[in-house]
């Protein structure tokens, strides 16, 4: 019946018959003298069209409207127990290959016959690395590299494609906004529009076909003080068509108030001197503080193992990162819950029916009462959670690892802005303060590589760039009866996932969309978090350039 199905599913894709030819093949006929054979086979293509537009100052940069299709291909050896995957060696068995395009089924699957051959040999030298280096590790590790997958046959019908005319308009447009900004020492509009199918296969039975389509809208924009403080900062806009996106009016004002907020923060004052006490995430601020902060804690794929000290294999770093929090911790106060839905919402950008690995979505609480019940998984398992629920997302060290899709924070009881105001002054007292702070906005930690600073950095290259709480665009200090002092220079200190269980207060619920791969979506209300360091931030960055900007001559 399942061959059936599969059959069915993929009787009019070559695309998916190529795949699971090759795959078959492999766990059937592929062996190496004195070598296991795989014991399963996955591949994921990619079959899109992408248009993309960059402008500047209204002009175009660069413009591409092109198909393309691409697989990852992962052969596993060894066995469910323990295979190659996971550990931070050299060879993991996860190769990319580039496929043709058209329908010609022999051409397909030359492609993925190299991909897959390639695959088996990565793999067989990855397991024998990781093997060599953990049997110096005390103890074993019992939990398995991988869990099967269920069956699963669909294929959706692929969306209609955008085109770069289309997108052209919107960026030049919004881009030729910085040319009534000369203090805007840099700007660039992106539009890009990524439509097709990915397609997901293995030799468990899985076979999909799922539609994608996405229209990303982006503005960014560095300014420079007179001290060399730098500042980059961004607007996007994110939707499932062109339909979908905010009236060009409506882009533009946002674009005009990045850009007019960004020039006053060239003459805000630096923060005189450490604060420490209440602080209140808002606005933008609230769902990038969950996003950094909580997410990272309710994913349960396992940390690659890594090799004991003293092993010849070289590792990125020495720390391991922390893992998620345990089932039946606090991870928020009494009341609140995380709820991830990738299928709740089909509008939202962030949706899907399957994961990366071809499992169906499912709706996960993650937080019930303030205390973990569940975990983000893949079909890597993990101690204290051995299956999937469908949030395989973002590619690594040969597994995919599980993320957020679309994820719901709601607090026990959301207060007016009046009764937050209320209880930050009240949490303030505490620390003999007569004000409190407030965050509006949080950078997001990759807009560091455009802050006018080394686009490669250590943290970056030892894949660190999380290990830091984003930083504040700028602070307010607020007093009792509404006035306030705007500073810059600041960054955040004993912000972490303990600091989550400390709320003296809610209020409403905000929507941020995260468009890295994979693109998620967060809502989660302002919070008002017990206690927070914020520390002065001196600049570290070159002054102005001599010249000034030509833009001023308009």
């Known amino acids: 019946m399942i061959g059936w199905l599969l059959g069915a599913a993929w009787a009019t894709e070559p ?11 492999a766990v059937e006929d592929l062996s190496l003298e004195g070598a296991d054979p795989p014991y399963t086979a996955f591949a ?29 291909v992962l052969l596993r050896v060894g066995s469910a127990e323990v295979d190659q995957t996971n550990f931070e060696g050299w060879k993991d068995g996860a190769v990319s290959q580039s496929l043709v395009l058209g329908e010609d089924p022999l051409a397909l699957r030359h492609d993925l016959w190299l991909a897959v051959d390639e695959s088996y040999k990565e793999a067989l030298e990855g397991l024998a690395e990781k093997q060599a280096a953990l049997q110096r590790r005390a103890g074993a590790d019992d939990v398995p590299s991988y869990v099967p997958a269920t069956p699963q046959a669909w294929v959706g019908e692929r969306p209609q494609t955008v085109h770069a005319d289309v997108l052209e308009p919107i960026a030049r447009e919004l881009s030729a906004v910085f040319l009534d900004h000369p203090g805007v020492e840099f700007s660039r509009v992106t539009a890009s529009a990524n439509q097709g199918l990915r397609y997901v296969a293995d030799t468990d039975g899985v076979a999909i076909g799922e539609p994608f389509s996405t229209v990303i809208v982006r503005a960014i924009a560095r300014v420079r003080a007179d001290d060399g ?3 980059a900062d961004t607007v996007a806009f994110v939707a499932r068509s062109p339909a979908g996106l905010p009236s060009t ?32 995430f808002r606005g933008q601020a609230a769902p990038v503080l969950f996003h950094e902060v909580l997410v990272p804690a309710l994913v349960g794929t396992p940390s690659p193992q890594r090799p004991p000290k003293g092993s010849r294999v070289f590792t990125m770093g020495d720390e391991e990162p922390p893992g998620p929090l345990s089932p039946r911790r606090r991870a928020l106060p009494s009341g609140w819950t995380v709820v991830d839905d990738p299928t709740a919402d089909p509008s939202s950008p962030a949706a899907y029916r399957f994961d990366s690995e071809g499992e169906p979505g499912q709706r996960v609480s993650l937080v019930v009462d303030g205390v973990v019940r569940e975990h983000l998984m893949s079909r890597t398992p993990s101690r204290s959670f051995p299956a999937t629920n469908g949030h395989a997302r973002a590619f690594d060290d040969g597994i995919y690892r599980a993320g957020a899709a679309d994820l719901e924070v709601l607090p026990a009881r959301s207060l007016s802005d009046k009764k937050l105001h209320k209880a930050a002054l009240k949490a303030a007292a505490s620390y ?14 990759w807009l560091a590589d455009w802050d006018g600073g080394a686009m490669f950095t250590a943290a970056a290259f030892f894949g660190l760039e999380g290990a830091e709480p984003p930083t504040p665009v700028s602070v307010r200090l607020v007093a009792a009866d509404g006035s306030e002092r705007v500073y810059r220079g600041a960054s955040l200190g004993g912000l972490d996932r303990r600091s989550l269980k400390e709320v003296e207060g809610a209020g409403a619920i905000r929507t ?10 967060v809502r989660a209300p302002d919070t008002l978090l017990a206690e927070i360091v914020v520390a002065v931030d001196p600049p570290d960055a070159e002054p102005p350039l001599p010249v000034p900007s030509p833009l001023v001559e308009r």
């Not at 998916?16 to 078959?24: N, V």
């Not at 303060?433 to 930690?445: I, K, Q, S, T, W």
């Not at 941020?512 to 979506?521: C, G, H, K, M, N």
Request: proline share 6%; net charge negative.
């Open 512 to 521: 941020a969309i995260f468009t890295s791969d994979p693109l998620q979506r």
């Open 229 to 231: 403080g730098t500042m």
């Open 44 to 72: 994921r293509v990619m079959d899109r069209w992408t248009a993309s537009v960059e402008c500047s100052l209204g002009a175009v940069l660069s413009r591409s409207d092109q198909p393309s299709r691409s697989a990852r």
């Open 432 to 445: 003999g303060l007569d004000h409190y702070a407030v965050v509006d906005r949080l950078r997001e930690p």
């Open 15 to 25: 695309v998916l018959d190529a795949m699971q030819s090759e795959l078959g093949r």
């Open 249 to 280: 009016e409506a882009m533009r004002a946002a674009v005009e108030a990045l850009a007019t907020d960004l020039e006053a923060w060239r003459t805000l004052p630096e923060l005189p001197e450490e604060y420490v006490g209440p602080v209140l």
